[in-house]
């Protein structure tokens, strides 16, 4: 009976301990909280400009709440939104997204990583991104419409991501660790385009994937395009499905969905004595559709293929050791790559005979 | 529910009183000191701390029913070199206690209720130790059994949850990757940061030793238990520098918080590093009210006054709680003093106490045929 008693009472005592307010001199309900769920930074000048954006509320009727406010350093630039917002409160502990704008993200990163690894309301492992040909700013303010912003937008490529990559983008936590660690992070790119549904006003903005930002230190030194990222998962052994579209020796164009890879790396002694890293990339595809219809041989596509991946996949080494930015995890040793690909199958319909 | 402790529940105390110093000091210190070799540390501290328990377990097997620690320091040494030896023990415990006070006031402040002055914590923990430090060491081990699973089950749900965050090319970086090896100057630190947990372990276990019943210690499964908690901390060490990286960890100034934080359980909750900071509490609270109520006993040995029979205790206690009140308050203004004294003063006095100071105790005692 004791120790029942006793375990209720160590019941009782962590809701006040872990900061519940037994007696609340200020009871706020949760509708009074704005809960912001996206952030972007953009650094003008001497100052960094903060944008915030809430989910909109479908069950109310209510769109996204869309803020945005300047200071010289970002807890400045919050408490300059919190002023001149008519919300209540202001609540970024479910900030599910930062984004930086492309001008500012080399300056401002460092400052929003330190803010975020400090910061006692947001989460470490919250997914960064940078928008590339604009301000965080633009695409916070004004991406979607007045029923759903850029949270939603955000929400869904993220778990596009997810569903395609088996992870979400690269999160400060990740990017901060890079960047204490060999310098060198990798940080999901976005553009903003318009978007296939138009609105009431003409055309909506949309935040479409565009890609990797190679960052080192406080710079940008380049950017991964999208069609770079089958090489990169596959250098890196990730387990992405991509889609592929193939020219053929005859002229003929295929397009091929891959299947998560694998990818063997080894040490391997070279005729010289020394060592070098060995990486044997294997993978399948599936055909999705022949343009202008036709047969497609297995072994044919299958060599394209490879040929393909491995153009691809020397591409992002080359860039690699070009920039000096390890963003691979290869190193410095002589690469010897190998490809072996296959056409798993053809779809519904038999190209063979 | 009175009566001599038995060695599991002695155990289970140890275990829940190292969980607190286990995560401020650890995972920051090693993943520092030896990069992503920081786990190997935990586990290479095993057989040193094995052979300081085994020479320990020697000694302490003299001691006479129901002596302490205390007890045993006079008894080894007497006149005033013992009383001298018994008061800055009871010191050390002291300093310790206002140590663990102000860590803790800072861990709720951080996570909790920023902008809070320590003060308010410090003396609600004292109160409450000073409170429980009056029931005895065999009460305290009991309250320890209670919230052991809690704060197990909470540490394990964590690791569990985590492991999906966890980058493997921090830890065993891809073949052909550009690796430091470890660096034997880094690795030792790491090891001695270990130690000072394990040795930490083993004298709290001396501590508690007064209420155990006779003939109840197993040596082997004081090991086995010693190399469970090792192989925790490896465990912990592990994911925290495969979530982070070992330089990001070595920067955080309670990396296992901050991996609470990132937490989401089935994709519905999350944030519940409040409610795990606030399980942290009764670890430091159990630590207190032990190293209190063993420091009131040393300065009481000191002092000469027989156990238990003049009013000594309840005003070495109170002088006890005071020095811990008072180090609390005034030994780390700032959080940026705090981190410094916990990785140097606090680590360096305790490996001091266990390795130099309580062995000379005991062997002056052997050597002069009282032990």
């Known amino acids: 009976m004791r120790r029942f008693l006793s375990i209720i009472i160590i019941a009782a005592l962590l809701p006040g301990l872990a900061g519940c307010a037994l007696f609340p001199a200020k009871k706020q309900g949760v509708e009074q909280l704005l809960v912001v769920q996206a952030m972007g930074v953009d650094r003008e000048g001497p100052r960094l400009v903060l944008s915030m954006v809430s989910a909109a509320d479908s069950s109310r009727g209510e769109g996204p709440v869309r803020l945005s406010g300047s200071g010289p350093t970002l807890a400045q630039a919050q408490r300059d939104i919190a002023l001149r917002s008519t919300e209540e409160e202001l609540l970024c502990a479910h900030t599910g997204h930062i984004l930086l704008g492309e001008d500012s993200a080399g300056a401002a990163l460092g400052e929003v990583l330190d803010a975020v690894c400090r910061s006692r309301e947001l989460r470490m492992d919250v997914p960064l991104y940078i928008l590339r040909g604009g301000s965080a700013e633009l695409a916070l303010l004004h991406a979607g419409d007045e029923r759903i912003g850029a949270v939603e937008q955000l929400d869904a490529l993220s778990a596009a991501a997810m569903a395609r990559d088996g992870e979400k983008p690269p999160s400060a936590a990740r990017i901060a660790a890079a960047q204490a660690g060999d310098g060198c992070a990798l940080i999901a790119a976005l553009r903003c385009a318009e978007a296939a549904e138009q609105g009431e006003d003409g055309a909506v903005l949309t935040l479409l994937p565009d890609g990797r930002a190679i960052v080192r230190g406080g710079d940008i030194l380049g950017y991964l395009e999208q069609e770079d990222m089958l090489a990169l998962d596959l250098l890196r052994g990730a387990r992405g499905v991509h889609t592929l579209p193939l020219t053929l020796p005859d002229g003929q164009t295929v397009t091929v969905q891959t299947a998560p890879g694998s990818t063997r790396r080894r040490l391997l002694r070279t005729e010289a004595g020394s060592r070098a890293l060995g990486l044997e990339i294997s993978l399948s595809a599936s055909v999705l559709e022949i343009r202008g219809g036709g047969v497609a041989e297995d072994g044919a596509l299958g060599a394209a293929l490879e040929q393909e991946l491995l153009r691809r996949a020397l591409r992002l080494v080359r860039l690699q050791r070009s920039l000096g930015a390890d963003f691979l995890g290869l190193g410095d040793r002589p690469l010897h790559l190998t490809v072996s690909a296959r056409i798993s199958h053809t779809g519904d319909l038999r190209d063979a005979p | ?371």
């Open chain 2, 1 to 371: 529910m009175s009566g001599p402790i038995r060695q599991n529940q002695l155990t289970g105390a140890v275990w829940l009183m190292l969980l607190s110093p286990a995560l401020r000091l650890f995972p920051s210190v090693s993943a520092e000191a030896a990069g992503r070799w920081a786990p190997l540390c935990a586990l290479l501290s095993v057989l040193p701390a094995g052979l300081y328990l085994a020479l320990a377990r020697r000694v302490l097997k003299r001691r006479l029913r129901g002596e302490g620690v205390s007890e045993l320091v006079r008894r080894a040494l007497p006149g005033r070199r013992g009383r001298m030896a018994a008061l800055l023990l009871g010191l050390w415990l002291c300093v310790y206690a206002g140590f663990i006070l102000r860590s803790g006031a800072d861990r709720l402040i951080l996570a909790v209720y920023p902008e809070t002055p320590p003060v308010f914590f410090i003396v609600t923990m004292l109160l409450a130790a000073l409170f429980a430090a009056t029931a005895g060491e065999g009460g305290l081990v009991r309250a320890a059994m209670l919230l052991l699973a809690a704060a197990g089950l909470t540490l394990a749900v964590v690791l569990l949850f985590s492991l999906g965050s966890v980058q493997w090319d921090n830890l065993l970086p891809p073949p052909g990757a550009a690796v430091k090896p470890p660096e034997a100057a880094g690795l030792a630190r790491g090891v001695l940061a270990a130690l000072d947990l394990l040795l930490g372990g083993v004298f709290v276990g001396t501590l508690l030793l007064s209420e155990l019943e006779p003939g109840g210690f197993s040596p082997g499964r004081g090991f086995l238990s010693l190399s469970a908690f090792a192989l925790v901390l490896g465990l912990l060490s592990a994911e925290l520098i495969g979530c982070f990286g070992a330089a990001l960890t070595a920067r955080l100034a309670w990396p296992f918080f901050s991996l609470v934080r990132n937490l989401v359980f089935f994709r519905s909750i999350e944030r519940i590093e409040a409610l795990v900071v606030a399980l942290w509490v009764f670890p430091d609270f159990l630590i207190v009210a032990l190293f209190l109520r063993q420091g009131a006993r040393c300065v009481t040995a000191s002092l000469g006054a027989r156990w238990g029979t003049l009013r000594a205790f309840p005003a070495a206690l109170g002088l006890c709680a005071l020095a811990a009140l008072v180090f609390a308050l005034t030994a780390a203004p700032d959080g940026e003093t705090l981190q410094r004294l916990s990785r140097t003063l606090i680590p360096a006095g305790n490996l001091l106490v266990m390795l130099l100071f309580f062995p000379a105790i005991l062997g002056a005692g052997l050597r002069s045929g009282r032990l």
